[in-house]
């Protein structure tokens, strides 16, 4: 159950970023862009949500695509091709909502590249024109650039070092767009939180749509324990079943900042013993 | 001579339950009690005076042959008990640590007229871990296989009990369970110190070995809607119990204030992922210093015995009535209040207060009075004016009841659902939904209620399954 059928590295040194393949036949045939899975590696292991970057129905495969950030990425990441994945649970969450909106602008910041993927290609498949903008903190950690091309009309590049693609950050790219005069009918954001914030502060005064893929804290990811909750539009919302995606303009980024924040000395013990235990 | 029996028998005084001294156990999670022994098992069970018109078998949801398992008890027949209560109990270790007994079976004892009554529960704890310490496992008569097959949606003790009595009819019986391991509220809810996992864990291990099969990580609705079990996957009848987990909040300010918890997730965290023994096991929980839990049954106490053990100096319960109207068992309601648990009657939350950082630091509550009688028949609570005050908290946790989740029934088109959400079935005996084929029972059918309610319908729904599939 659950092998490991591949397993790339896209960035070796800390925090790595890999890759894997797995065997999934019944999540596959009901995944839908936008949707996410819940994974433990060990019997004393946590829960934790990745999102299905990419699959292949004839294989009965989806991807998973994620960087060492603690314990429990760090000890995924040991894995090697012919493991198994102790429990997956997925696919979980709302499949995003694809129609035919025009023009459509995805922004994938860092590692948030993978997740824009299956949806950037499901809104490139329903007529959309596409223009996808990565961003990356220096050019060797910049991820799924070909599949992107793939799936979209035009690809733009940022890199906070300048090493690759323009000198700057995603919003930059994104403000000089709509400053130019293109007309943009939606923009779907995911990658880090604040990235996400500034996003959706670029695209409001324009009143233009923007989806935001929330990475909160979760449990069970079936609705069960409201760990994953978050206010959007002054109401509580659960990620893992009213989302992921919300309305970027009515999520109180702070609040939820502030709420994966609630771990971070636990996390960070997790973390040295993890590290510990490998040396 | 015959009286000179009664009368000696009405001196035996109801035999204590031995457990873990109060200050220890509030700092450990092993069971607070032990079970009874040999000898309070037999000083028990000869006070029962096996009326002929035993008024304690109505008193139990399943009408357990309470008598008889008692009588074979004084004979010291343990295993012939064991027999007597596995024809109606499936879960007779569980229920008899988790029964409201005070409620049902005891508190219709005759006994209990004149003195306390016959502690039923615990003769029955005994009985069921004797057998599991010195019985033997008996393949129980299987029906030849039928070639039928059922899916059960959910394993806690609606689902298992269903499991159970299907499997030996013949159909084949997969139970579908969203979360990693099986037991539902058993294992993510209840504790371990006052259910041990490893007594669930021996009913599931039970089931596997007669032939149920499990699927754990399978989300119904996600994964497989029900529709797609029966018609690409050759299910013949479904079974929903899938039980009422979603957590309802307080609906007051400042409730996603990190340290405000549901009471799911607080339990989740230390019961289902071992949070309490981080960083062992990778899930963290807060150790507390300050905890108020909202709510007064038996998930609060739950809740509020687990802050404790987590190292909590404060630990409250909050309750909006008074003490005679908490919902908990009384027992536990004892063991809280001997552990250190301070409650707080006649008091509602208003806001949850936090600082800067996002982190909760106290909360506004409001002093109530017990006005007129409610449809539910208890003194509705009335704010008194005025009475506002602030408790220095660093965590609060609401256990103010769970809902239905409406994974399943959003994506079962046909089926009739009541205003709350819960499924209608035509009657607790059928558990006949109004989808044809798709039966349901335990707390999705009657909204959060007791173990030992679930494990019935779970029986009923496996024998109505049972008709509809010999048709
Ligand atoms: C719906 C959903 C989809 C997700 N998809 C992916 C995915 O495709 N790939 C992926 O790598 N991650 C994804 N995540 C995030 C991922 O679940 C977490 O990063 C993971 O829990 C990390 O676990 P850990 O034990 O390795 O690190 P932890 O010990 O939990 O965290 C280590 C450090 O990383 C920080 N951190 C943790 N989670 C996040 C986060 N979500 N955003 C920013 N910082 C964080 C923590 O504050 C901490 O400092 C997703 C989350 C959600 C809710
Ligand atoms: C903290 C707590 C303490 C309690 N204490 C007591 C007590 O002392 N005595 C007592 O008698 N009762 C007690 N109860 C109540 C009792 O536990 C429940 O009434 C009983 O467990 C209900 O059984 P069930 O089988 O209907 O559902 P549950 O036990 O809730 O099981 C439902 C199962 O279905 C699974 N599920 C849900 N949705 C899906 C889906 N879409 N797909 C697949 N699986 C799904 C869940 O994960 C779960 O495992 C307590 C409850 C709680 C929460
Ligand atoms: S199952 Fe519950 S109600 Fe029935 S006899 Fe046992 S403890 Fe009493
Ligand atoms: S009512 Fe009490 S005394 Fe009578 S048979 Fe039942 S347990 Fe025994
Ligand atoms: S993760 Fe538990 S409700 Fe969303």
């Not at chain 1, 949806?119 to 650039?145: D, H, M, P």
């Not at chain 1, 609040?255 to 013990?269: C, G, H, S, T, V």
Request: glycine fraction near 10%; proline fraction near 5%; charged fraction near 25%.
């Amino acid at each position: 159950m659950n092998e490991i059928t591949d397993k790339k590295v896209w960035w070796s040194d800390a925090p790595a970023i890999k890759e894997f393949v797995v065997r999934a036949p019944w999540i596959v045939e009901k995944h839908k862009a936008g949707q996410f899975v819940i994974l433990r590696v060990s019997e004393n292991g946590e829960r934790i949500p990745l999102t299905v970057s990419d699959k292949d129905l004839k294989k009965g495969t989806i991807n998973i695509l994620f960087q060492e950030m603690g314990a429990t990425t760090i000890k995924l990441g040991k894995l090697n091709k012919g493991d198994n994945i102790l429990d997956l649970t997925g696919p979980l969450g709302k499949p995003t909502h694809i129609e035919k909106f025009g023009t459509v602008v995805c922004v994938g910041g860092g590692i948030g590249v993978a997740p824009v993927h299956p949806i950037a290609q499901a809104l490139k498949e329903a007529g959309n024109r596409v223009i996808s903008i990565l961003g990356a903190r220096t050019k060797g950690i910049l991820i799924y650039e070909d599949l992107m091309r793939k799936c979209s009309d035009e690809v733009r590049i940022t890199t906070d070092d300048g090493s690759y693609g323009r000198h700057g950050f995603v919003t930059d790219e994104l403000k000089g767009m709509i400053e130019s005069g293109m007309k943009i009918d939606l923009v779907v954001a995911i990658g880090p939180p604040i990235m996400m914030k500034m996003v959706c502060k670029v695209t409001e005064p324009y009143k233009i749509p923007t989806y935001a893929s929330l990475n909160t804290i979760m449990l069970d990811g079936s609705g069960m324990c409201g760990a994953c909750r978050v206010t959007v539009g002054g109401k509580t919302k659960f990620v893992c079943v009213d989302g992921p995606e919300f309305d970027g303009h009515q999520v109180d980024f702070d609040e939820m900042m502030a709420r994966l924040r609630q771990y971070m000395d636990e996390e960070k013990i997790a973390k040295e013993i993890c590290q510990k235990n490998t040396m | 001579m015959a009286e000179e029996k009664k009368k000696k028998k009405a001196k035996i005084p109801r035999q204590p339950m031995p457990e873990q001294d109060p200050h220890e156990r509030a700092k450990n999670f092993s069971e607070v009690t032990y079970g009874f022994t040999a000898e309070l098992s037999l000083n028990e069970a000869v006070r029962c005076i096996q009326c002929k018109k035993p008024l304690c078998i109505d008193g139990c949801p399943v009408s357990i042959n309470i008598p008889e398992f008692i009588k074979k008890v004084a004979e010291g027949d343990i295993l012939g008990a064991a027999k007597v209560i596995k024809e109606s109990n499936f879960l007779p270790a569980i229920c008899g640590r988790v029964c409201p007994q005070e409620d049902q079976c005891e508190m219709v004892c005759v006994v209990g007229v004149k003195d306390k009554p016959v502690a039923i529960g615990r003769l029955e704890r005994y009985v069921a871990d004797y057998e599991a310490l010195h019985g033997k496992f008996e393949m129980p008569k299987m029906a030849p296989k039928t070639g039928k097959k059922v899916a059960i949606i959910g394993s806690g003790p609606a689902g298992l009990a269903c499991a159970g009595d299907l499997i030996k009819t013949g159909h084949d019986v997969t139970i579908f369970e969203a979360l990693h391991k099986a037991g539902g509220v058993l294992v993510y809810g209840i504790p371990e110190f006052r259910l041990p996992k490893a007594i669930v864990e021996r009913e599931l291990d039970y089931l596997k070995k007669i032939g149920v099969e499990f699927r754990l990580n399978h989300v119904i609705g996600k994964i497989r809607t029900v529709d797609e079990l029966m018609k690409s996957d050759g299910y013949h009848a479904v079974f929903l119990a899938n039980g009422a987990g979603l957590p309802q909040f307080m609906n007051i300010a400042g409730e996603n204030l990190n340290g405000v918890y549901s009471a799911n997730e607080f339990l989740t965290r230390n019961n289902l992922m071992k949070a309490y023994q981080f960083p062992e096991y990778d899930t963290p929980i807060k150790r507390f210093k300050n905890v108020a839990v909202i709510g007064g049954g038996n998930t609060a106490m739950d809740a509020v015995r687990t802050a404790l053990r987590l190292g909590a100096d404060n630990a409250y319960i909050i309750y909006r009535r008074s003490r005679d109207e908490m919902p908990a068992r009384k027992e536990e309601i004892e063991h809280a209040e001997h552990e250190g648990v301070k409650f707080i009657m006649l008091t509602a939350p208003l806001r949850v207060i936090g600082n800067e950082k996002g982190w909760v630091t106290g909360l506004e509550c409001i002093k109530m009075e017990l006005g007129e009688p409610d449809e539910s028949g208890r003194r509705r609570p009335i704010p008194v004016k005025g009475s506002e005050f602030i408790i220095n908290l660093d965590a609060v946790i609401a256990a103010i009841g769970t809902n239905s989740n409406p994974l399943v029934a959003q994506t079962t088109p046909g089926l009739e659902l009541n205003k709350w959400g819960y499924i209608v079935v035509d009657n607790e005996k059928t558990c006949r939904t109004s989808k044809k084929g798709v039966f349901a029972g335990g707390d999705i059918v009657t909204g959060a209620a007791t173990v030992i309610l679930a494990m019935g319908a779970g029986r009923s729904a496996a024998k109505s399954i049972d008709e509809y599939l010999s048709l």
